[in-house]
């Protein structure tokens, strides 16, 4: 099992800056790739960046050009640096990595969500 734990939500301004960084754990033969979605209430969840395990990136035109992708192979991490945040940007944002696991299986793990309000 893959586990995944997401930090750095809150509440912040319009306008303003925050950093999520996602951590994660766990028996896994190898990265394919790792990203972040987002659901606000009432909405399907949707993709707002991911990076392969080549460190090619992509993004959702509403969030490009605000946020980045990175990863710590190293630390096993994954963060979104989040610029110029919108209220539409509000959301609970999960981490997600695919990857291939133990059983030598591809399959998407979920971090439990971390909650991003962008309100005055």
């Known amino acids: 099992q893959v586990q995944l734990v997401e930090s750095g939500g809150g509440l912040v301004q319009p306008g303003g800056s925050l950093r999520l960084s996602c951590a994660f754990s766990?028996?896994?033969?190898?990265?394919?790739?790792m990203g972040w979605y987002r659901q606000a209430p009432g909405k399907q969840r949707e993709l707002v960046a991911t990076?392969?395990?080549?460190?090619?990136?992509n993004y959702a035109d509403s969030v490009k050009d605000r946020f980045t992708i990175s990863r710590d192979s190293a630390k096993n991490t994954v963060d979104l640096q989040m610029n110029s945040l919108t209220p539409e940007d509000t959301a609970v944002y999960y981490c997600?990595?695919?990857?291939?696991?133990?059983?030598?299986?591809?399959?998407?793990?979920w971090g439990q969500g971390t909650q991003v309000t962008v309100s005055s």
């Open positions: 766990g028996r896994i033969f190898s990265i394919n790739s």
């Open positions: 997600n990595v695919y990857v291939r696991d133990a059983t030598y299986s591809l399959a998407n793990y």
């Open positions: 990076i392969t395990s080549g460190s090619s990136t």
